[in-house]
């Protein structure tokens, strides 16, 4: 069976950071590219971040481009998302999932950004 | 990016009556594989996204046969045959076919 769980969300003042982590099993994860989605309450789904099986090529939504950084370890089964700079804007709950459409999701964890 | 429209927003629906979702895209979906990435998501109430259809029309497991998905290029469309208690929140379409990942605003599902 397929799981992921995340890890890591918390409270943090804008400016702040954060790592996330996803722990998944169940499936060949060095196979699987690996996706961060986020939710902002009440609110819709956006692709935060992609990386692929191999960790070499990544893909970051404008919004995080170049204050959030994917990273994995194959060795143990593990998807990261760290998180710099922070605004009140990124809060949400974030999600990751298995594959670049989405296959399954984990329960998410909610990171708020606020002074 | 693409943008992805769904409508409507706000579908309240009978018990055993058929409901339908409307998703267009602002380019074709179409990829150069020939495979067009068109996925559909069930959000219940308080509980993660769930993936149901994948490439416009496979259902994924455990999924039941009233759910189906059609349509090609820019215009998709999600069925529920006869909608059930259990199928109440929102219902989002994906593209997967270009970056990045966009989704619909999100249809939500209420019974009458």
């Known amino acids: 069976e397929v799981q992921l769980l995340e890890s890591g969300g918390g409270f943090v003042q804008p400016g702040g950071s954060l790592r996330l982590s996803c722990a998944a099993s169940g499936f060949t994860f060095i196979n699987c590219a690996m996706t961060w989605v986020r939710q902002a309450p009440g609110k819709g789904l956006e692709c935060v971040s992609s990386i692929s099986g191999g960790g070499s090529d990544t893909y970051y939504a404008d919004s995080v481009k170049g204050r959030f950084t994917i990273s994995r370890d194959n060795s143990k089964n593990t998807l990261y998302l760290q998180m710099n700079s922070l605004r009140a804007e990124d809060t949400a709950v974030y999600y990751c999932a298995r594959n670049s459409n989405l296959d399954y999701w984990g329960q998410g964890t909610l990171v708020t950004v606020s002074s | 990016d693409v943008v992805m429209t769904q409508s409507p927003l706000s579908l309240p629906v009978t018990l055993g009556q058929p409901a339908s979702i409307s998703c267009r895209s602002s380019?074709?979906?179409?990829?150069?594989?020939?495979?067009?990435?068109l996925s559909w998501f069930q959000q219940r109430p308080g509980q993660s996204p769930r993936r149901l259809i994948y490439k416009i029309s496979n259902r994924d497991s455990g999924v039941p046969d009233r759910f189906s998905g059609s349509g090609s290029g820019t215009d998709f469309t999600l069925k529920i045959s006869r909608v059930e208690a259990d199928d109440v929140g929102v219902y989002y379409c994906m593209q997967g076919t270009h970056w990045p990942r966009t989704f619909g605003q999100g249809t939500k599902v209420e019974i009458k």
């Open positions: 380019q074709s979906l179409a990829h150069r594989d020939g495979n067009t990435y």
